[in-house]
């Protein structure tokens, strides 16, 4: 059975079980903290980071690459538009959340949540209080986007919608 390396705090592994729901697969969730990691993890993901999919001598990390990986090997359902202009679109959307909403909301997640209780530190008000103030950033954008369509694009459920969920 393919096993995920990841914790669920991540929002890049939370993109990829529900990746693999969505498409009926299973696996085993390994779980593995990004920090400090041992140099034996760091042969499977050179950058250290999570999530990390193997499958017996299969390994590959990054949520983007692992979903598209799975696509391929796994094509139904599609959780990738067959248009290519839609399947621009939804590559879009998936980046965007993977950087710019990774950026103001993992600023909030990590000084409130992770710094504060695993690392027992005293969050950063300044960096959190700029995070929240972009906020309006993210979602005006994404409203505008979606308008009053039930998904992001296509008019089905897709890789925009877990991405950005």
Same mark, same amino acid.
């Given at each position: ?33 990004p920090f400090g990691v041992a140099a034996e993890y760091k042969k499977k993901s050179p950058l250290g980071k999570i999530p990390c999919y ?15 990986? =799975?696509? !391929?090997?796994? @094509?139904?359902? *599609? /959780? ?12 879009? #959307? ?23 209780? =695993?690392? !027992?530190?005293? @969050?950063?008000? *300044? /960096? ?12 005006? #954008? ?24």
């Amino acid at each position: 059975m393919p096993i995920i390396h990841g914790a669920n705090l991540s929002p890049f592994v939370r993109k990829l079980r529900v990746a693999m729901t969505e498409k009926g697969l299973p696996y085993e969730l390994k779980p593995l903290i990004p920090f400090g990691v041992a140099a034996e993890y760091k042969k499977k993901s050179p950058l250290g980071k999570i999530p990390c999919y193997e499958d017996g001598d299969f390994v590959l990390p990054d949520s983007s690459c692992i979903i598209a990986y =799975l696509e !391929k090997a796994h @094509p139904q359902p *599609a /959780l990738y538009p067959s248009d290519p202009k839609l399947y621009g679109r939804a590559l879009w #959307y998936e980046e965007y959340a993977d950087s710019r909403m990774v950026e103001i909301i993992g600023t909030i997640f990590f000084q409130r949540v992770v710094r504060k209780n =695993l690392m !027992k530190q005293d @969050p950063d008000q *300044a /960096l959190v209080d700029t995070a929240i103030g972009r906020l309006p950033e993210i979602f005006d #954008y994404l409203e505008a986007e979606i308008g009053s369509n039930e998904y992001l694009v296509g008019g089905r459920f897709s890789i925009a919608d877990i991405a950005v969920a």
